[in-house]
């Protein structure tokens, strides 16, 4: 007689814990008074309908009658996050290696370094804009300031981390032939880190394209400025063109930037 092999169960849910239990009843709450205090409203949204309806065909068809300063403040736009990305990215570069644990002069460097791009990586796009425009005035400058800021949140950490993730053999080997720190940081740990580096660079470069649009409403420059004055004198029509040459603009970014990933991982592999 033979044998039946055992059934396969399907897993069941284990029973949680009273502090488990207790923990999501306390996440719901706080979910539930978040709603609350978001003001959503399904009235509301409804009320809106007709309104975001009537704003719709309002912006139908695109107007043209403006095409020629848009498309300069588009290309004003990315020349914004091009610049602001690159001059953040040769910023981040020696921060993350005063901020990586392998190759930092002093744990108390590090440490300062850390918690400088922490505080410059928390305080949001829209403040540094804010700030920059007292300081420097409205325009082009103060938004590209404000992209180097961010670039450097963004690339420092990711950039430090690739370069504590790199193989110690070849520095090492530098160091035994007598080469200083920075010739190996130079010769080795940068040429080795590279790939990651620009897989980096190439994905702050498509967050600053975004985020180069919404300084334009705060007075940064760009593309954004020209949403605002169009929205302000309900000239939707003109707005439609200005979404949709931003949509261009970030998906135009967006695919070269995603053709050049995936060239630089086949080289890898």
């Known amino acids: ?32 008074w978040s ?17 975001m309806a009537k704003i719709a065909s309002e912006m139908m068809p695109p107007a043209t ?13 990315f020349q914004m996050a091009l610049v602001g990305t690159v001059i953040g990215i040769g910023i981040s570069l020696p921060l993350a290696v005063l901020m990586s644990r392998n190759y930092t002069p002093h744990q108390v460097v590090r440490a300062f370094i850390r918690s400088l791009v ?65 010739s ?15 897989n980096t660079g190439l994905f702050a470069l498509e967050k600053a394209v975004r985020s180069s649009v919404v300084l334009g409403l705060v007075g940064a420059g760009g593309i954004g400025a020209e949403l605002a004055t169009s929205m302000e004198l309900f000239r939707f029509d003109q707005a439609a063109t200005i979404i949709l040459m931003i949509f261009l603009l970030v998906l135009g970014v967006e695919k070269v930037s995603s053709r050049a990933r995936t060239s630089l991982l086949k080289k890898r592999q």
């Open 65 to 77: 009658d403006r095409l020629q300063p848009m498309m300069y403040s588009v290309w004003v736009t």
């Open 118 to 182: 922490s505080f410059i990586r928390t305080i949001p796009d829209l403040a540094w804009a804010l700030f920059f425009v007292a300081s420097v005035g409205l325009g082009p400058f103060a938004g590209t300031l404000t992209l180097v800021m961010d670039t450097i949140g963004f690339c420092a950490r990711f950039f430090a981390e690739s370069i504590e993730e790199v193989e110690e053999g070849p520095p090492e080997a530098l160091a035994a032939i007598g080469a200083s720190k920075l």
């Open 184 to 198: 190996v940081i130079l010769c080795a740990i940068l040429p080795m880190s590279m790939p990651s580096l620009i």
């Open 35 to 51: 709603i609350s205090a978001a003001g959503i409203s399904v009235s509301e949204l409804l009320t809106g309908l007709p309104n």
């Open 1 to 32: 007689m033979t044998e039946k092999s055992p059934v396969n169960l399907p897993a069941r849910f284990e029973r949680p814990s009273p502090g488990s239990l207790l923990a999501f009843l306390a996440f719901v709450a706080l979910l539930a």
